[in-house]
């Protein structure tokens, strides 16, 4: 469970890893691209120089993956809920009335000012 002010303190933090986090984002769209290009050009010919590109995009495209899925361990380590990364969608959990709801900040906000039910998400978000 976190306070208000945790959260707030916490969002600093979530916007330098947002940003870190951003060009490895768009890396992955375009390699996805190039990658789906390469399979449409692959079945109508094929040959070793394209599945050569294609172990190379996709080695390229895991070590991206894995390294947004190390900053994606650092924030739930911190019990930070992930939602989204794109744009960065996160929850934190807290106390309000005797029940337990979701703090909720996305990517862009200057800080929490939302919350919402824990199962209504991002639609059911009501001003703090």
Request: some cysteine; aromatic content about 10%.
């Amino acid at each position: 469970m976190f306070t208000l002010d945790e959260s707030q303190n916490l969002i600093a933090w979530l916007v330098e890893i947002c940003k870190e986090i951003s060009p490895w984002r768009n890396h992955v769209k375009n390699l996805n691209v190039k990658i789906k290009k390469l399979q449409v050009h692959m079945q109508g010919n094929g040959g070793s120089v394209s599945h050569n590109k294609l172990d190379i995009l996709n080695s390229d495209l895991k070590t991206t993956v894995s390294k947004i899925n190390e900053k994606i361990s650092v924030i739930e380590e911190k019990g930070i809920i992930i939602k989204a990364i794109e744009p960065g969608l996160f929850d934190f959990p807290y106390f309000m009335n005797d029940r337990e709801v979701y703090l909720c900040w996305r990517e862009g906000e200057p800080r929490i000012e939302y919350w919402h039910e824990k199962d209504t998400g991002f639609a059911g978000r009501q001003k703090l």
